[in-house]
């Protein structure tokens, strides 16, 4: 008799949450009864193929971002999801038939043959849409060079912009890698228009060019003059190693291409620089080389100096109740003089004279001009309090023989000018800051700068005193703006002009030294209530005497409402402080409304309302620098009779003007 081995009913979970039914055991084929244990493999061997299909269905799960992927053969999504309804509602305790171990060999072979083709049939798919992204993607940009739009492409996770030039710009470009094999280099000077010119016409055609400036690096003058033969004037144009010529060539190139052929500049153009830039062309300036110039001579007195230094005791004392650092006796000084230099007494307070004047040294409190012997005392020019807070003290004061005023000074502007120029927009009124810091010119204008600690500034004339200091401060607020930033207000913008300061002649000087305390003849600035400069103060004599309301229209502030920054000249400084107010009120400063009789004025002439006098004089002063439109419809306002005319001065920004 055989004995039925009757077991439960058993479910597993497939990948689509259909229930799996296992039926009680079956005969053997030779009748017997099937072993316990064969039913227990068998079982286990459905329980794992079941086990396995679940986890790799779960594992091909599309991404819910991508397209669901087609059926494979054989199977219909939609009876998929019907069978799934069916047998949500089954009952689980229902017994089917255990399928034979060929049968599930061939449902695991199934199995596999669904897992395969949806394998492939993902792949596709996925390819399919990454293919059609880059289509469409290769459409859009090739449409957009076509049409001088915006075009905006949508990815999954990415926005892509592409901004189309005109056609003059892409020919330009285009023109521009084709040119970029040889190099175009032009010797040039400050302020010259010619060399404006020349720089302009590269930046139009989008030509990379290398720009010698003989002001900035004087040591290649005598390169220019002999690659031209002797010819030294400016601008001096080469394509690689072949000088080409200057502005006079480059029009009459320029006109050739206007009457004649409309490609023939271009074309020309490639000719010459269409070869590699071998080593004969000139060499583009390195960075961090200097040159030494002849003029920069040691002192006669640097050997004394450096003997005083090593020598002298210098100590800490109390005098009159104060505490003076770092200060040695007249008397100590010169009786070492005296011994090293075998010297008269007479002769060493000389030396000590010389070196007062000099600025080798100074008196500790500043109220004895020359030096004197006895129980005076002074301090080293490095030693006073202020230097370490000058921004042209490198560590060490310059001890070379001082230089003449007016020609330090026309160097520092000349560099300066060459930095705005290739730097600065046209105009003038945005400056690349970034660019000036990392430049070889503004290292080449700090080093200079150190030139200024001991110049002689006493004897210059009222108008060399004006340019030099207009000059000095408008190249202090580019540096200023480089090493410590910009003012955001009012109250900012104190410590901006108060804490940037220069050894100039020996002393400190601030951008607010230079506006108030000497541009302005001491006068007292905007919301204070003191002068900055007291009776005895040494600087005190070099105040203009007689205050110019034209110089707040050549200074400027490097932000957006102050002039643009300019230099001028000892000669021509009232001229160019006239063009310059004629520049600032054309772009800005001022605006007539006739219909609100009202004007609206820069509010620099309201914090400095003093040097313009009373508004009703003011407002007829200003009329003097505008253009003939502003100018006739401000004196039809004042004249007309028709009523009070109203005053309104604009809100000041401070914004860089970068």
Known sequence: MVSMIQTEPTTLPSSNSKLIKLPAAEKNDIGGEMDEDLIDDHHDLIKV????????????????????????????????????????????????????????????????????????????????????????????????????????????????????????????NNMQLDLMKGRATFFSRSNCRDCTA???????????????????????????????????????????????????????????NNNNNNNLIETRLRELLRNKCSADAPAPPVYGFDHQEEDHLESEYSSIIK????????????????????????????????????????????????????????????????????????????????IPKCYNFNGSTNDSEPKDAIAVGIRLTKIMSAILESYASQDMLHIDYFRITTSEEFRRYINLAQDLQRVELRGLSSAERLAFFLNLYNAM??????????????????????????????????????????????????????????????????????????????????????????????EGVEAE????????????????????RTVYLTRIIKWYSGDFGAEKEMVKWVINYLDSTKAGLLTHLLNDGAGHVSIVYDKYNWGVNK
Do not use: W
């Open 49 to 172: 193929k079941a086990k396995a299909k679940v986890e790799l269905m779960m594992m091909i799960q599309p991404h819910s971002g991508l397209p669901k992927p087609e059926a494979p053969p054989g199977v219909n999504a939609e009876d998929e999801d019907e069978d799934e309804d069916e047998d949500e509602d089954e009952d689980e305790d229902e017994e089917v038939l255990v399928p034979s171990q060929s049968q599930s060999q061939s449902q695991s072979s199934l199995i596999s043959d669904i897992i395969r083709s949806r394998s492939n049939t993902l792949s596709a798919a996925i390819s399919k849409r990454f293919n059609s992204l880059k289509e469409t993607t290769t459409k859009s940009i090739s449409k957009s060079k076509s049409v001088d739009v915006v075009t905006v492409i949508d990815l999954s996770g990415v926005k892509v912009v592409v901004n189309n030039k005109n056609n003059y710009n892409n020919n330009n």
């Open 198 to 256: 020349v720089r302009m016409f590269f930046r139009e055609r989008g030509i990379r060019y290398v720009e010698i400036n003989v002001d900035v690096y004087p040591e290649r003058s005598k390169e220019l003059i002999k690659r031209t033969g002797g010819n030294s004037h400016l601008p001096q144009i080469f394509f690689n190693d072949n000088l080409f010529g200057g502005l006079v060539e480059l029009n009459s190139l320029r006109n050739n």
């Open 307 to 386: 003997l005083l230094r090593q020598k002298l005791p210098i100590q800490d004392r109390v005098m009159k109740m104060k505490l003076v650092k770092n200060c040695f006796s007249g008397t100590h000084m010169v009786e070492l003089l005296i011994q090293h230099f075998d010297s008269a007494r007479h002769k060493a307070v000389e030396i000590g004279k010389q070196l007062a004047a000099k600025h080798f040294i100074h008196h500790v409190f500043g109220d004895v001009n020359d030096f004197e012997d006895g129980n005076h005392f002074y301090r080293f020019l490095e030693h006073e309090a202020y």
């Open 477 to 570: 607020v580019i540096h200023a703006i480089i090493r410590i930033g910009t003012p955001d207000g009012v109250i900012d913008s104190r410590t901006f002009f108060s804490d940037f300061q220069y050894i100039v002649g020996g002393y400190a000087y601030s951008l607010n030294t230079i506006k108030h305390g000497i541009l302005r003849n001491n006068r007292r600035p905007p919301y204070s209530l003191v002068k900055l400069l007291g009776n005895g103060d040494k600087r005190l004599p070099l105040a203009i005497c007689k205050v110019n309301p034209l110089i707040h229209f050549g200074l400027c502030d490097g932000t957006v409402s102050s002039p643009v920054v300019r230099f001028f000249t000892a």
């Open 577 to 596: 402080l006239r063009s310059a107010a004629r520049e600032f009120f054309r772009r800005t400063g001022i605006e007539v409304d006739l219909d609100k």
